[in-house]
Nanobody, 126 residues
Framework: QVQLVESGGGSVQAGGSLRLSCAAS????????MGWFRQAPGKEREGVAT??????ITYYVDSVKGRFTISQDNAKMYLQMNTLKPEDTGMYYC?????????????????????WGQGTQVTVSL
């Protein structure tokens, strides 16, 4: 069992930055994938960034490429968010998967992520 706790959310103006953190109850090197997902008001939750802890390989959804950076260190995962836009507003969740299909299949498939945090709110205003 892995407990995940996010922090670092808040309200910023467009163009600003935030750094989200996800603290895991144990080392995440045993997970095949770690990821950040977000849910905007009235929309479905979507994948934002994923990382394979062992190999430190990262993937990003097109809308955040060049602006967001995912990283992982032992039992913590981070999401550095720069040049934030109003459309980045939403609840951000960290998640962990011990299913190898997140590597060899659909890395954005939320059903493969067994462990989820409670979320941290990010609000970006003009």
């Amino acid at each position: 069992q892995v407990q995940l706790v996010e922090s670092g959310g808040g309200s910023v103006q467009a163009g600003g930055s935030l750094r989200l953190s996800c603290a895991a109850s144990r080392y995440t090197s045993s997970m095949y994938c770690m990821g950040w997902f977000r849910q905007a008001p009235g929309k479905e939750r979507e994948g934002v960034a994923t990382i394979y802890p062992v190999a430190a390989i990262t993937y990003y959804v097109d809308s955040v490429k060049g602006r967001f950076t995912i990283s992982q260190d032992n039992a913590k995962m981070y999401l550095q968010m720069n040049t934030l836009k109003p459309e980045d507003t939403g609840m951000y969740y960290c998640a962990a998967s011990n299913d190898r299909l997140c590597v060899y299949g659909d890395r954005w498939s939320q059903g493969l992520y067994k462990y989820w945090g409670q979320g941290t709110q990010v609000t970006v205003s003009l």
